[in-house]
């Protein structure tokens, strides 16, 4: 059974740091993209950050240079660390799994910054 379970969240304010993790289980992470997407109230999920089974990185621009992706292929484990959190931040935070037509979810860990 796959499961990717994420941790972290939490309420901050503005101008903080939180790390979220997302520990996998039941794939080979390795071998997969993994991202963080979020989704506000009344939003649409949009994609936040990405890291190929290569390394590579890519951000949503509003991100960029705050948010940092990273994955630790011996834990399963991804992380996202966020610096100068914004109230525009605010979201519910899902962790991704994907490699050709596999996809996985995670139940997603709220993250909420205060002005």
């Known amino acids: 059974q796959v499961q990717l379970v994420e941790s972290g969240g939490g309420l901050v304010q503005a101008g903080g740091s939180l790390r979220l993790s997302c520990a996998t289980s039941?794939?080979?992470?390795?071998?997969?993209?993994m991202a963080w997407y979020r989704q506000a109230p009344g939003k649409q999920r949009e994609l936040v950050a990405r890291?190929?089974?290569?390394?590579?990185?890519s951000y949503v621009d509003s991100v960029k240079g705050r948010f940092t992706i990273s994955r630790d292929n011996a834990k399963n484990t991804v992380y996202l660390q966020m610096n100068g959190l914004k109230p525009e931040d605010t979201a519910s935070y899902y962790c991704?799994?994907?490699?050709?037509?596999?996809?996985?979810w995670g139940q997603g860990t709220q993250v909420t910054v205060s002005s």
């Open positions: 991704y799994a994907g490699q050709q037509w596999r996809n996985y």
């Open positions: 039941g794939i080979i992470s390795s071998i997969y993209t």
């Open positions: 890291i190929t089974s290569g390394g590579s990185t």
